[in-house]
Protein backbone atom coordinates (compact mmCIF):
# COMPACT_ATOMS: atom_id res chain seq x y z
CA UNK A 1 0.00 0.00 0.00
CA UNK A 2 1.06 3.52 -0.43
CA UNK A 3 1.70 6.17 1.59
CA UNK A 4 -1.34 8.00 0.10
CA UNK A 5 -3.65 4.60 0.66
CA UNK A 6 -2.18 4.63 3.96
CA UNK A 7 -3.17 7.77 4.82
CA UNK A 8 -6.98 7.20 3.44
CA UNK A 9 -7.28 4.09 5.68
CA UNK A 10 -5.90 5.78 8.70
CA UNK A 11 -8.55 8.24 8.19
CA UNK A 12 -11.12 5.52 8.24
CA UNK A 13 -9.81 4.02 11.12
CA UNK A 14 -9.78 7.35 12.97
CA UNK A 15 -12.93 8.91 11.94
CA UNK A 16 -14.70 6.76 9.50
CA UNK A 17 -15.60 7.09 5.84
CA UNK A 18 -14.42 8.00 2.72
CA UNK A 19 -11.35 11.25 2.42
CA UNK A 20 -10.28 13.20 -0.08
CA UNK A 21 -6.55 13.59 -0.12
CA UNK A 22 -4.54 16.84 -0.11
CA UNK A 23 -0.76 17.99 -0.57
CA UNK A 24 1.08 21.52 0.23
CA UNK A 25 4.75 21.63 0.07
CA UNK A 26 8.02 22.88 2.01
CA UNK A 27 10.00 25.59 0.73
CA UNK A 28 13.66 26.27 0.45
CA UNK A 29 14.67 29.94 -0.26
CA UNK A 30 17.84 30.38 -2.91
CA UNK A 31 18.18 33.51 -2.51
CA UNK A 32 16.24 36.66 -0.26
CA UNK A 33 15.94 36.29 3.44
CA UNK A 34 13.88 38.89 5.15
CA UNK A 35 13.11 40.72 2.48
CA UNK A 36 9.55 39.51 2.27
CA UNK A 37 8.48 41.73 5.01
CA UNK A 38 10.14 44.73 3.35
CA UNK A 39 7.80 44.37 0.11
CA UNK A 40 10.88 42.66 -2.03
CA UNK A 41 12.36 40.37 -3.60
CA UNK A 42 12.66 36.25 -2.91
CA UNK A 43 12.97 33.21 -4.84
CA UNK A 44 12.12 30.08 -3.12
CA UNK A 45 11.14 27.09 -4.81
CA UNK A 46 8.36 24.39 -3.19
CA UNK A 47 9.98 21.10 -2.29
CA UNK A 48 8.82 17.40 -3.24
CA UNK A 49 8.23 17.19 0.80
CA UNK A 50 4.70 17.94 1.92
CA UNK A 51 2.41 18.24 4.52
CA UNK A 52 -0.85 15.60 3.22
CA UNK A 53 -4.72 15.46 4.87
CA UNK A 54 -6.88 13.46 4.15
CA UNK A 55 -10.15 15.49 4.47
CA UNK A 56 -13.92 15.20 4.56
CA UNK A 57 -16.54 17.40 5.46
CA UNK A 58 -18.89 17.10 8.42
CA UNK A 59 -22.33 18.58 8.85
CA UNK A 60 -21.70 20.06 12.13
CA UNK A 61 -19.69 23.52 12.28
CA UNK A 62 -16.91 22.27 13.79
CA UNK A 63 -13.15 20.71 12.80
CA UNK A 64 -11.31 17.77 14.07
CA UNK A 65 -7.87 17.18 13.48
CA UNK A 66 -5.37 14.38 14.12
CA UNK A 67 -1.71 15.01 13.94
CA UNK A 68 -0.51 11.38 12.98
CA UNK A 69 2.77 12.87 14.13
CA UNK A 70 2.09 14.27 17.19
CA UNK A 71 -0.47 11.58 18.05
CA UNK A 72 -3.37 13.75 19.07
CA UNK A 73 -6.86 14.78 18.21
CA UNK A 74 -8.35 18.19 19.19
CA UNK A 75 -11.87 19.48 18.53
CA UNK A 76 -12.93 23.61 17.35
CA UNK A 77 -16.06 24.95 16.59
CA UNK A 78 -16.08 27.03 13.82
CA UNK A 79 -18.47 29.64 15.20
CA UNK A 80 -16.35 30.08 18.68
CA UNK A 81 -16.50 34.25 18.85
CA UNK A 82 -13.16 33.94 20.72
CA UNK A 83 -10.91 31.71 19.27
CA UNK A 84 -7.69 31.17 21.48
CA UNK A 85 -4.18 29.86 20.32
CA UNK A 86 -3.09 26.69 22.62
CA UNK A 87 0.29 26.81 21.27
CA UNK A 88 0.98 23.61 19.23
CA UNK A 89 0.64 22.51 15.99
CA UNK A 90 -2.57 22.99 16.33
CA UNK A 91 -2.66 26.67 16.23
CA UNK A 92 -2.00 26.51 12.47
CA UNK A 93 -4.97 24.89 11.82
CA UNK A 94 -7.23 26.73 13.92
CA UNK A 95 -5.95 29.99 12.88
CA UNK A 96 -6.09 29.07 9.26
CA UNK A 97 -9.57 27.81 9.50
CA UNK A 98 -10.16 31.69 11.56
CA UNK A 99 -8.46 33.68 9.17
CA UNK A 100 -10.23 32.31 5.81
CA UNK A 101 -13.86 32.64 7.97
CA UNK A 102 -12.47 36.48 8.71
CA UNK A 103 -12.08 36.58 4.98
CA UNK A 104 -15.57 35.60 3.89
CA UNK A 105 -14.94 32.26 2.49
CA UNK A 106 -17.82 30.18 3.73
CA UNK A 107 -16.20 26.66 4.91
CA UNK A 108 -17.78 24.06 6.50
CA UNK A 109 -16.95 21.79 9.41
CA UNK A 110 -14.41 18.58 8.57
CA UNK A 111 -12.45 16.17 9.60
CA UNK A 112 -8.82 16.00 8.99
CA UNK A 113 -6.04 13.48 8.93
CA UNK A 114 -2.82 15.15 9.00
CA UNK A 115 0.63 13.64 8.27
CA UNK A 116 4.20 15.50 7.24
CA UNK A 117 7.53 15.03 6.24
CA UNK A 118 8.76 18.19 5.79
CA UNK A 119 11.44 18.56 8.78
CA UNK A 120 9.98 20.28 11.82
CA UNK A 121 12.14 23.79 12.98
CA UNK A 122 14.65 23.45 10.20
CA UNK A 123 13.66 26.42 8.28
CA UNK A 124 12.08 24.49 5.29
CA UNK A 125 8.58 26.05 6.26
CA UNK A 126 6.87 22.89 8.17
CA UNK A 127 4.45 25.34 9.56
CA UNK A 128 4.01 26.85 6.13
CA UNK A 129 3.13 23.62 4.48
CA UNK A 130 0.65 22.80 7.44
CA UNK A 131 -1.66 26.22 7.13
CA UNK A 132 -1.96 25.92 3.38
CA UNK A 133 -2.51 22.12 2.97
CA UNK A 134 -5.50 23.05 6.01
CA UNK A 135 -6.76 26.28 4.16
CA UNK A 136 -6.63 24.35 0.46
CA UNK A 137 -8.47 21.48 1.91
CA UNK A 138 -11.24 23.86 3.85
CA UNK A 139 -12.12 25.30 0.43
CA UNK A 140 -11.57 22.78 -1.41
CA UNK A 141 -14.61 20.69 0.72
CA UNK A 142 -17.00 24.08 0.86
CA UNK A 143 -16.35 24.23 -3.35
CA UNK A 144 -14.85 27.57 -2.53
CA UNK A 145 -12.69 28.90 -6.12
CA UNK A 146 -9.33 28.31 -6.53
CA UNK A 147 -7.56 31.58 -5.18
CA UNK A 148 -4.15 31.15 -4.55
CA UNK A 149 -2.99 34.15 -3.98
CA UNK A 150 -5.65 34.70 -1.61
CA UNK A 151 -5.08 31.77 0.24
CA UNK A 152 -1.32 32.06 0.82
CA UNK A 153 -2.42 35.70 2.34
CA UNK A 154 -5.08 33.79 4.81
CA UNK A 155 -2.79 31.82 5.57
CA UNK A 156 0.34 34.67 6.67
CA UNK A 157 -2.36 36.13 8.66
CA UNK A 158 -2.97 32.94 10.50
CA UNK A 159 0.68 32.85 11.46
CA UNK A 160 0.65 37.15 11.81
CA UNK A 161 -2.41 37.06 13.65
CA UNK A 162 -3.49 33.89 15.29
CA UNK A 163 0.32 32.16 15.75
CA UNK A 164 1.67 35.43 16.94
CA UNK A 165 5.07 35.48 14.35
CA UNK A 166 5.00 38.43 12.10
CA UNK A 167 6.22 36.51 9.15
CA UNK A 168 6.31 37.73 5.89
CA UNK A 169 4.57 36.01 2.83
CA UNK A 170 7.48 34.41 1.22
CA UNK A 171 6.51 30.50 2.71
CA UNK A 172 2.91 30.46 1.97
CA UNK A 173 2.78 31.92 -1.31
CA UNK A 174 6.05 29.28 -2.44
CA UNK A 175 3.64 26.47 -1.04
CA UNK A 176 0.56 27.83 -2.80
CA UNK A 177 2.47 28.88 -6.63
CA UNK A 178 5.39 26.13 -6.61
CA UNK A 179 5.90 24.25 -9.97
CA UNK A 180 8.19 21.35 -10.58
CA UNK A 181 11.60 22.44 -11.76
CA UNK A 182 11.10 25.65 -11.04
CA UNK A 183 11.79 28.75 -8.50
CA UNK A 184 9.41 31.62 -7.97
CA UNK A 185 10.71 35.13 -8.07
CA UNK A 186 8.44 37.09 -6.32
CA UNK A 187 7.90 40.81 -5.75
CA UNK A 188 6.57 40.36 -2.19
CA UNK A 189 4.98 44.22 -2.39
CA UNK A 190 2.69 43.46 -5.66
CA UNK A 191 2.55 40.05 -5.26
CA UNK A 192 3.33 39.18 -9.44
CA UNK A 193 5.50 36.19 -9.42
CA UNK A 194 8.16 34.34 -12.67
CA UNK A 195 8.94 30.88 -12.60
CA UNK A 196 12.18 30.71 -13.33
CA UNK A 197 13.99 27.82 -14.33
CA UNK A 198 16.79 26.32 -12.87
CA UNK A 199 20.03 25.55 -14.82
CA UNK A 200 20.11 21.83 -15.73
CA UNK A 201 23.98 21.41 -15.10
CA UNK A 202 23.59 22.41 -11.42
CA UNK A 203 21.80 20.86 -8.42
CA UNK A 204 19.90 22.51 -5.64
CA UNK A 205 21.64 20.54 -2.10
CA UNK A 206 20.12 20.80 0.98
CA UNK A 207 22.09 20.52 4.30
CA UNK A 208 20.20 20.71 7.92
CA UNK A 209 22.66 21.77 10.75
CA UNK A 210 20.10 20.01 13.02
CA UNK A 211 20.61 23.10 15.46
CA UNK A 212 17.26 24.51 16.22
CA UNK A 213 17.72 27.92 18.38
CA UNK A 214 14.23 28.67 20.37
CA UNK A 215 15.31 32.53 19.86
CA UNK A 216 14.38 32.20 16.25
CA UNK A 217 10.88 33.49 17.05
CA UNK A 218 12.05 36.38 18.92
CA UNK A 219 14.57 37.66 17.30
CA UNK A 220 12.68 37.51 13.75
CA UNK A 221 10.20 39.71 15.49
CA UNK A 222 13.05 42.38 16.69
CA UNK A 223 14.67 42.50 13.08
CA UNK A 224 11.43 43.05 11.64
CA UNK A 225 10.78 46.07 14.55
CA UNK A 226 14.34 47.41 13.37
CA UNK A 227 13.27 47.70 9.65
CA UNK A 228 10.77 49.52 10.74
CA UNK A 229 12.72 51.73 12.85
CA UNK A 230 15.14 52.41 9.90
CA UNK A 231 11.90 52.93 7.27
CA UNK A 232 10.60 55.50 10.27
CA UNK A 233 13.94 57.77 10.19
CA UNK A 234 14.43 57.66 6.37
CA UNK A 235 11.05 58.50 5.70
CA UNK A 236 11.00 62.05 7.53
CA UNK A 237 13.87 62.74 4.79
CA UNK A 238 12.93 60.92 1.95
CA UNK A 239 8.79 60.85 1.60
CA UNK A 240 8.59 58.20 -1.18
CA UNK A 241 9.99 55.74 1.29
CA UNK A 242 7.27 53.33 2.45
CA UNK A 243 9.02 50.16 3.01
CA UNK A 244 13.25 49.45 3.07
CA UNK A 245 12.40 48.21 -0.71
CA UNK A 246 12.45 52.00 -1.85
CA UNK A 247 15.67 53.15 0.05
CA UNK A 248 18.90 52.54 -2.45
CA UNK A 249 22.58 52.18 -1.40
CA UNK A 250 22.92 55.67 -2.06
CA UNK A 251 20.21 57.01 0.60
CA UNK A 252 21.74 54.82 2.51
CA UNK A 253 25.23 56.70 2.08
CA UNK A 254 23.57 59.80 2.77
CA UNK A 255 21.00 59.65 5.47
CA UNK A 256 23.12 56.54 7.28
CA UNK A 257 23.95 58.90 9.96
CA UNK A 258 19.79 59.14 11.34
CA UNK A 259 20.12 55.58 11.90
CA UNK A 260 22.04 53.55 14.67
CA UNK A 261 25.14 51.74 13.70
CA UNK A 262 23.18 48.39 14.36
CA UNK A 263 19.58 49.12 13.00
CA UNK A 264 22.26 50.97 9.50
CA UNK A 265 23.58 47.22 9.48
CA UNK A 266 19.83 45.77 9.42
CA UNK A 267 18.62 48.46 6.36
CA UNK A 268 22.19 47.70 4.38
CA UNK A 269 21.13 43.82 4.35
CA UNK A 270 17.71 44.23 3.32
CA UNK A 271 18.98 46.91 0.37
CA UNK A 272 21.89 45.50 -0.88
CA UNK A 273 19.96 41.53 -0.39
CA UNK A 274 17.12 42.75 -2.92
CA UNK A 275 19.61 43.96 -5.15
CA UNK A 276 21.17 39.99 -4.87
CA UNK A 277 17.72 38.25 -5.73
CA UNK A 278 16.54 39.96 -8.84
CA UNK A 279 20.75 39.64 -10.26
CA UNK A 280 20.33 36.02 -9.11
CA UNK A 281 17.29 34.98 -10.76
CA UNK A 282 18.45 36.28 -14.10
CA UNK A 283 21.81 34.53 -13.74
CA UNK A 284 19.79 30.88 -12.76
CA UNK A 285 17.72 31.49 -15.78
CA UNK A 286 20.48 32.17 -18.04
CA UNK A 287 22.63 29.39 -16.87
CA UNK A 288 24.89 32.12 -15.46
CA UNK A 289 25.44 29.64 -12.35
CA UNK A 290 28.79 30.93 -11.05
CA UNK A 291 27.08 34.35 -10.73
CA UNK A 292 24.31 32.94 -9.15
CA UNK A 293 26.69 31.40 -6.87
CA UNK A 294 28.48 34.29 -6.00
CA UNK A 295 25.13 35.88 -4.71
CA UNK A 296 24.62 33.68 -2.41
CA UNK A 297 28.23 33.58 -1.33
CA UNK A 298 27.32 36.78 -0.52
CA UNK A 299 23.99 37.02 0.93
CA UNK A 300 25.36 34.39 3.47
CA UNK A 301 28.39 37.45 4.52
CA UNK A 302 24.99 40.02 4.47
CA UNK A 303 23.12 37.82 6.72
CA UNK A 304 25.95 36.80 9.25
CA UNK A 305 27.47 40.04 9.55
CA UNK A 306 24.89 43.08 8.78
CA UNK A 307 21.91 40.93 9.82
CA UNK A 308 23.49 38.48 12.29
CA UNK A 309 21.22 35.78 11.88
CA UNK A 310 23.50 33.42 11.31
CA UNK A 311 25.10 30.75 13.93
CA UNK A 312 28.36 28.81 14.71
CA UNK A 313 26.99 25.88 12.93
CA UNK A 314 26.15 26.90 10.17
CA UNK A 315 29.06 29.05 9.58
CA UNK A 316 31.03 26.20 9.91
CA UNK A 317 28.64 24.07 6.97
CA UNK A 318 28.96 26.88 4.64
CA UNK A 319 32.79 27.51 5.41
CA UNK A 320 33.43 23.65 4.40
CA UNK A 321 30.86 23.70 1.89
CA UNK A 322 32.76 26.34 0.23
CA UNK A 323 36.12 24.47 -0.02
CA UNK A 324 34.78 21.33 -1.69
CA UNK A 325 35.31 21.41 -5.68
CA UNK A 326 31.93 21.85 -7.99
CA UNK A 327 30.45 23.83 -5.07
CA UNK A 328 29.27 27.32 -6.43
CA UNK A 329 27.38 29.50 -3.56
CA UNK A 330 26.66 28.02 -0.39
CA UNK A 331 24.18 30.00 2.22
CA UNK A 332 21.89 29.48 5.19
CA UNK A 333 18.17 29.63 4.46
CA UNK A 334 14.91 30.46 6.45
CA UNK A 335 14.57 32.57 8.96
CA UNK A 336 17.96 31.84 10.74
CA UNK A 337 19.55 31.22 13.91
CA UNK A 338 20.05 27.34 12.29
CA UNK A 339 18.17 25.46 10.49
CA UNK A 340 19.65 24.32 6.93
CA UNK A 341 21.60 25.72 4.10
CA UNK A 342 21.34 25.28 0.67
CA UNK A 343 24.00 24.80 -1.69
CA UNK A 344 24.20 25.04 -5.49
CA UNK A 345 26.29 22.58 -6.93
CA UNK A 346 27.09 21.05 -10.46
CA UNK A 347 25.24 17.92 -11.12
CA UNK A 348 28.98 15.84 -11.01
CA UNK A 349 29.90 17.18 -7.98
CA UNK A 350 26.72 15.99 -6.13
CA UNK A 351 27.74 12.67 -4.89
CA UNK A 352 31.27 13.88 -3.68
CA UNK A 353 29.97 17.24 -2.23
CA UNK A 354 27.46 14.94 0.25
CA UNK A 355 30.23 12.34 1.04
CA UNK A 356 33.28 15.39 2.23
CA UNK A 357 30.38 17.53 3.26
CA UNK A 358 28.66 15.00 5.90
CA UNK A 359 32.25 13.84 7.23
CA UNK A 360 33.39 17.25 7.42
CA UNK A 361 31.20 18.44 9.33
CA UNK A 362 30.75 15.28 11.82
CA UNK A 363 34.11 16.06 12.52
CA UNK A 364 33.84 19.68 12.76
CA UNK A 365 31.07 19.67 15.60
CA UNK A 366 30.32 16.15 16.49
CA UNK A 367 26.76 16.03 14.44
CA UNK A 368 25.26 14.27 10.84
CA UNK A 369 23.95 16.75 8.97
CA UNK A 370 20.95 14.90 6.65
CA UNK A 371 21.24 16.06 3.23
CA UNK A 372 18.46 16.18 0.27
CA UNK A 373 19.03 17.05 -2.70
CA UNK A 374 16.03 19.34 -4.07
CA UNK A 375 13.88 18.50 -6.93
CA UNK A 376 11.42 21.49 -6.59
CA UNK A 377 8.04 20.29 -6.24
CA UNK A 378 3.97 21.69 -7.48
CA UNK A 379 2.50 24.29 -5.31
CA UNK A 380 -0.68 22.81 -2.96
CA UNK A 381 -2.86 20.76 -4.40
CA UNK A 382 -5.40 17.61 -4.18
CA UNK A 383 -3.29 14.65 -4.50
CA UNK A 384 -6.02 11.67 -5.64
C1 LIG B 1 10.66 32.85 7.70
C2 LIG B 1 9.41 33.66 7.43
C3 LIG B 1 9.43 34.23 6.01
C4 LIG B 1 10.73 34.97 5.72
C5 LIG B 1 11.93 34.11 6.14
C6 LIG B 1 13.23 34.86 6.04
O1 LIG B 1 10.69 31.70 6.89
O2 LIG B 1 8.25 32.85 7.58
O3 LIG B 1 8.33 35.08 5.82
O4 LIG B 1 10.76 36.22 6.32
O5 LIG B 1 11.82 33.63 7.46
O6 LIG B 1 13.52 35.17 4.73
Redesign the pocket.
Known amino acids: MGARDALIERFRNIFGGEARLYRAPGRV ?1 LI ?6 NGGF ?1 LPAALEQCTWIAAAPRPERRLRAHSLREKTTLEFDLDDPAPTPRHDWSDYVRGVAVMLQRDNQAIGGADLVIDSDVPIGS ?1 L ?1 SS ?1 ALEVATGFALLDLAHLPEDRTRLALSCQRA ?1 NEFVG ?1 R ?5 QFASCHGAADRALLIDCRSLEFRLTPIDPSVRLVICNSMVHHELAGSQ ?1 NVRRAQCEEAVARLSAVLPGVRELRDVTMDDLTRHGGLLSEVVLRRARHIVTENERVVRAADALAAGEVETCGRLMRESHVSMRDDYEISCKEIDILVDLASKIPGVLGARMT ?3 FGGCTINLVRVDAVERFGAEIAESYKAATGITAPLLVCRPGAGAGVAN
Open positions: NGEHTDYVGSAEMCGVMDYGGG
